[in-house]
């Protein structure tokens, strides 16, 4: 595989065509943002952690049939994946009561939810991603129904084996984004599975593990994505 042109640099990674049209190698970075870019900063040896973390992730959802763009680690910090046709949307699939939920519900944050709710945002900086449901997403074109069910039930089924990895390590599973992508017509997962994107609250203790950490300012934010690494892997 031969690295070429960059043809994207978003906020935590770089994406970069290789000499393969259906291949990109995407590379993870330290910078971190919240509130939509508001802050900025860098959480020290995050892209090597995210990189590992998003590998394991995807590596244990193929063994459990649910396909990604992931195929293979190529160094610390990248990763070679397929090159899809992205859906402009991030699904967000709830467990317990966190960040943008308590004010929208006024339900206190660690609230348990009868069921996994699945929210969608519209990707788009400009808008600062706002909420979005089927008819939106049917009226803007951004997929159909077909894809919708099939992204609820590959988010769903994401879920509930992320929960049951993460239950055997003493974590909790609070929230998660995902985002998908078309390729050859089948609707696959993408981007990354880490941190970054994921509220990780230790069982016992309920203290945060992911990037609520740098977003509130709570300090231990390297430790905390570390933790998690040793925590599925060691
Ligand atoms: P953002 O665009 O939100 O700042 P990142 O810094 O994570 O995000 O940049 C990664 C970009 O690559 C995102 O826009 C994401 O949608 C896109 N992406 C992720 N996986 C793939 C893929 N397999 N094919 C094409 N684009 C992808
Ligand atoms: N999330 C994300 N990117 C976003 C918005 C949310 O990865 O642009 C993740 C976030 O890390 C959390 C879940 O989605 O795990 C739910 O986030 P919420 O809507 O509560 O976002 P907040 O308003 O707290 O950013």
Redesign the pocket.
Same mark, same amino acid.
């Given at each position: 595989m031969i690295k070429g042109n960059q043809l994207y640099e978003g906020k935590a990674k770089v994406v970069y065509e290789t000499d393969n049209p259906d291949e990109l190698l995407v590379y993870f970075k330290d910078d971190a943002t /919240?509130?939509?870019g508001a802050k900025h900063g860098t959480i020290d040896g995050k892209g090597v952690i995210n990189n590992k973390i998003s590998a394991f992730f995807f590596k244990q959802l193929k063994d459990r049939g649910v396909k990604s763009h992931f195929i293979e680690t190529v160094s610390a910090r990248e990763m070679l994946v397929k090159k899809l046709d992205m859906i402009k949307l991030?699904i967000?699939? %709830?467990n317990i009561v /966190?960040?943008?939920?308590?004010k929208r519900l006024g339900l206190p944050e660690g609230t348990p939810l009868a069921v996994p709710v699945i929210?969608y +945002?519209y @990707?788009s900086d400009e808008l600062g *991603?706002p909420m979005l449901n089927r008819w939106h997403i049917m009226a803007l074109n951004l997929a159909t129904i077909d894809e919708m069910n099939q992204i609820e039930h590959m988010s769903l089924a994401t879920n509930t084996i992320m929960r049951g990895i993460l239950k055997a390590k003493n974590v909790d599973l609070? *929230?998660? @984004?995902l985002e998908f992508g078309r390729f050859n017509g089948e609707v696959l997962l993408a981007d990354e599975i880490s941190p *970054?994107?994921? %509220?990780f609250w230790d069982t016992e203790t309920h203290e945060k593990l *992911? @990037? +609520?950490r740098f %977003?509130q300012d709570l300090g231990g934010v390297e430790e905390a994505y570390q933790e998690i690494l040793n925590r599925l892997t060691m």
């Open positions: /919240a509130g939509n991030e967000i699939v %709830r /966190a960040g943008s939920l308590v929210e +945002d @990707k *991603d609070i *929230d998660f @984004k *970054d994107n994921c %509220r *992911d @990037k +609520d %977003r």
